[in-house]
């Protein structure tokens, strides 16, 4: 049982526009939620994270909201650019362990 | 930053021999560092805490004596795939949690068992 879900696979924007990538989860045990960005045979790199006792998180383009009542998480990069394009894993943390959800693969459009 | 190198990043073995990974800090000292596999379109699937000078923690359904994990300092970790099959073929990732607890991944290393 997926307990972080990235239910869109892909997306793609054009640039200038705002990107949306939605995460879900099922364990209100999560207490830390993160949002890595992974180019093809690289790691993830670190993005932005936000602690289960805040409702939004900004860092330049990029903002994180949490709805807790929903379950739900999503990033907004605005403005999007097309060294943007990569894959973007929502993590969620519970005693120190990571788990990912399965991915979105942005594609912005110049 | 925090770099958390990987070796080697591509590795072809035979089926039934073993491979080695390597996962080292190169900046900071990591007591903790853990290991993902990553299949294709798949997520990252934690498979182990590695704690240094003590014994790793393995996931539900990874097999520890199949995936040897050694801490033997505070920046390198090893990860063994013996007898690999080809269902072993996956990319595996290391990250190493400086004292702030935050986690830094390494580039990964694809195997392939042929």
């Known amino acids: 049982d997926q307990q972080v879900k990235q239910n869109s696979p892909s997306l793609s924007v054009q640039e200038g526009r705002i990107s949306i990538l939605n995460c879900d989860y099922t364990?209100?045990?999560?207490?830390?939620f993160l949002w890595y960005k992974k180019y093809p045979a690289e790691g993830p790199t670190f993005l932005i994270s936000?602690?289960?006792?805040?409702d939004k998180n900004e860092d330049g383009r990029f903002t994180v909201f949490l709805n807790k009542s929903a379950k739900h998480l999503s990033l907004h990069i605005v403005p999007s650019q097309p060294g943007d394009s990569a894959v973007y894993f929502c993590?969620?943390?519970?005693?120190?362990?990571?788990?990912f959800g399965k991915g979105t693969k942005l594609t912005v459009n110049p | 930053g925090a770099v958390v190198s990987q070796h080697p990043s591509w590795v072809i073995c035979k089926s039934g021999t073993s491979v080695k990974i390597e996962c080292r800090s190169l900046?900071?000292?990591?007591?903790?560092m853990f290991w993902y596999r990553q299949f294709p379109k798949q997520s990252l699937m934690l498979m182990a805490t590695?704690?240094?000078?003590?014994?790793?923690?393995?996931e539900q359904g990874v097999e520890k004596d199949k995936f040897l994990i050694n801490h033997a300092s505070l920046t390198l970790s090893t990860l063994t795939v013996t007898s690999a099959h080809p269902e072993d073929s996956s990319f595996y990732i290391c990250?190493?949690?400086?004292?702030?607890?935050?986690?830094?991944f390494g580039p990964g290393t694809r195997l392939t068992v042929t």
């Open positions: 990250s190493a949690r400086d004292s702030s607890y935050e986690q830094y």
């Open positions: 364990n209100s045990m999560f207490d830390y």
């Open positions: 936000i602690s289960s006792i805040k």
């Open positions: 993590a969620a943390s519970v005693s120190e362990k990571l788990v």
């Open positions: 900046d900071f000292q990591a007591t903790t």
């Open positions: 590695s704690n240094e000078g003590s014994k790793a923690t393995y």
